[in-house]
Nanobody
Framework: QVQLMESGGGLVSAGGSLRLSCPAS????????MGWFRQAPGKEREFVAAVRWFNRETYYSDSVTGRFAISRDSADNTLYLQMNSLKPEDTAVYYC??????????????????WGQGTQVTVSS
């Protein structure tokens, strides 16, 4: 069982930055794939970024590449999402998720077993 708890969301002006955190309660993290998804009102939950825990390989959606950075701290099993140059279209509830690497399907929701409760990010224009 893995428990995830996001924090760091809030209201920010366009062009601003936020850093989301997600401490994960799990004994060993090396086999895990961890990611961030987001869901805007009336839209499907979509992939944002992911990281393979053991080798730090990172993956991003086209819409956030160059603006967001995913990272992890193995000392305390915490996942981060640094979000820069935020745009109003980044407004959504952001979810932290954990699963097991399954050959590259890092952007698929089905690759993730555990989910946090979400944190709201609102970007004003």
């Amino acid at each position: 069982q893995v428990q995830l708890m996001e924090s760091g969301g809030g209201l920010v002006s366009a062009g601003g930055s936020l850093r989301l955190s997600c401490p994960a309660s799990m004994r060993t993290a090396d086999s895990y794939l961890m990611g961030w998804f987001r869901q805007a009102p009336g839209k499907e939950r979509e992939f944002v970024a992911a990281v393979r825990w053991f080798n730090r390989e990172t993956y991003y959606s086209d819409s956030v590449t160059g603006r967001f950075a995913i990272s992890r701290d193995s000392a305390d099993n915490t996942l981060y999402l640094q979000m820069n140059s935020l745009k109003p279209e980044d407004t959504a509830v952001y979810y932290c998720a954990a699963g097991h690497w399954s050959g590259g399907a890092y952007s698929s929701r089905s690759s993730y077993v555990y989910w946090g409760q979400g944190t709201q990010v609102t970007v004003s224009s």
